[in-house]
């Protein structure tokens, strides 16, 4: 075997984001005891590893990713003898957890931020990025053009010391300083304060931007508007593997723990190896979100449909199969909770459990760690958006307001088009039955609820003959099956057809040879598959599945998982 056997390599992930997945004690905001109530559901879908999103004391502007103290558990989601019951009894269960490390920024309400701001030259300035702004033609503009991915610039201006702040995202998340030691020494004690607690490692947040261009100098990309989304600025620079080596050697090293970073767009196959190499990289894996956009929805007018484009998902397939596999570790998903839902992205709404399982067979059986986001395993679909007011995410607001949509006569369509793209489609309430609340809570929660939650749920899921839960569960079992792990745990990949529109095919290699092969159409297609013989069906999403490779017809949404030779 290649490489060397580790519990992560092993494990089947699921994202919890906190505030929507189960109110335990009825305020209306998802908690850390309700994550404890559900966790014999996780444990029968198969899943051994958890990642949270941020449960820290925060005033919630990004929902939790505005750390206001990083070593306490924000009220609202529980203390932090709850948080040491859940990993008790997660790890009781044979469940590990992750938390949610974000480095990159606190709120502004953290207490070394208002420090900070008083005065230029109070001990905690050098915690964040300060710079004075530029008078251009006798107006002040701020420091650089650079864009924030929250809208406007990335720097915004402080009038008690007349200096602007870098942010990167929203105003309440000014950025760290990384070149000072001391915040560096500080970010290491709190990964140290949550490893001594029981933590099984760390997802760690934005982790690509932690270095700066030294020059702040404008970008030049020619793109309309003040400020300019250069994201390379701030994106992926050398400096970060010194930061991130640091972190590894005084702290990663000394558990049995794992760390993912989130190196979002925009990162190569090239820069992932530098982070996550076998043999010298400081984190055991990457997430990037190449293959999360294969369709149009970037550029849709609001009579077109969303379609998928298989030629260029399977292109990204092969881009980061190929180039991480012998070289790195993976994690494998189709979303997280920055990213609309994968059945209106890349399945279909009126189809969702045979597209939901044709995409999870897709995925699944591939090299990786799989990432389950919550409510993906029941088929949750985007949310019908009406008006801003339907909206919480601080990104999508800020852009309607920067951009004064409020006024615009293309208002309807914007709310559409940005419906369809939004952050907020993850984060609606999680659909555990068809009562009122969803059987999250017992009072109205604090967002929206799916109105199909009557039809998918977790309760109907875990009742019917067939669902996508089901389906999961039984890739799950595969992936766990002694006789199959040597190939589809640390096999390699071998895609076939890879010009093909509508069909998706490829080979896991180990010790034994296991073939997947799924249409991603609502329509019949028929492929021939050459130099592969069938001994056995090990999952399929239809009843009496075909079983000619060279002449294969398979139905709408069709996928069926072979053992091979
Ligand atoms: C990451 C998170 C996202 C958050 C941002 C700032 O991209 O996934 O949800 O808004 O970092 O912390
Ligand atoms: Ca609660």
Known sequence: ????????????????????????????????????????????????LIWICPFYKSPMDDNGYDVADFFDIDPSFGTLDDMKLLIKDAHKLGIRIIADFVMNHTSDEHAWFIESRKSK???????????????????????????????????????LTNQYYMKIFSNKMPDLNYKNPKVRHEMMNVATFWLDLGIDGFRIDAVAHLGRKDE?????????????????????????????????????????????????????????????????????????????????????????????????????????????????????YWLNHDHPRLISQYGDPNNIYLSGSMLGSSLYFMWGTPFVYQGEEIGMTNYPFRTIDDFNDVQDKNNYYLNDIENSPNKDEYIYLMGIKSRDNARTIMSWDSSKYAGFSNVKPWFNILPNHKEYNVKKALEDEKSIYKHYREIFKLRANPKYKDTLIYGSYKQLLPRHKDVYAYVRIGNKKILTVSNFFNKDVNV??????????????????????????????????????
């Open 528 to 565: 021939s598959i050459r130099g592969y013989k069938v001994k056995k069906v090990l999952l399929s999403n239809y009843d009496n599945p075909n079983k000619a490779l060279t002449n294969l017809t398979l139905r709408p949404y069709e996928t069926i998982t072979y053992l091979v030779e």
């Open 1 to 48: 075997m290649f490489y060397k056997p580790t519990w992560w390599k092993e494990a089947v992930g699921y994202q919890i984001y906190l505030k929507s997945f189960k109110d335990s004690n009825n305020d209306g905001i998802g908690d850390l005891n309700g994550i404890r109530e559900k966790l014999p559901y996780l444990k029968d879908l198969g899943i051994t």
């Open 121 to 159: 030259d109070n001990p905690y300035r050098d915690y964040y990025i300060w710079a004075d702004g530029k008078i251009v033609d006798g107006v002040e503009t701020p420091p650089t053009n650079w864009a924030s991915f929250f809208g406007g610039s990335c720097w915004k201006k402080d009038i």
């Open 216 to 332: 702040l100098i404008d970008s030049t990309m020619d793109t309309l508007g003040k400020y300019k989304p250069d994201w390379r600025m701030f994106s992926n620079l050398p400096v970060i593997f010194d930061y991130l080596r640091e972190f590894k050697e005084n702290v990663f090293d000394k558990y049995d723990i794992v760390t993912i970073g989130e190196v979002g767009g925009g990162a190569t196959p090239e820069e992932a190896l530098r982070y996550s190499n076998l043999e010298a990289g400081s984190l055991n894996m990457v997430f990037n979100f190449d293959h999360c956009w294969s369709n149009n929805v970037w550029d849709l007018n609001k009579k077109e449909q969303v379609v998928v484009d298989l030629v260029n998902l399977k292109k990204n397939f092969r881009k980061w199969q190929y180039g991480l596999y012998g070289k790195a570790w993976t994690p494998i």
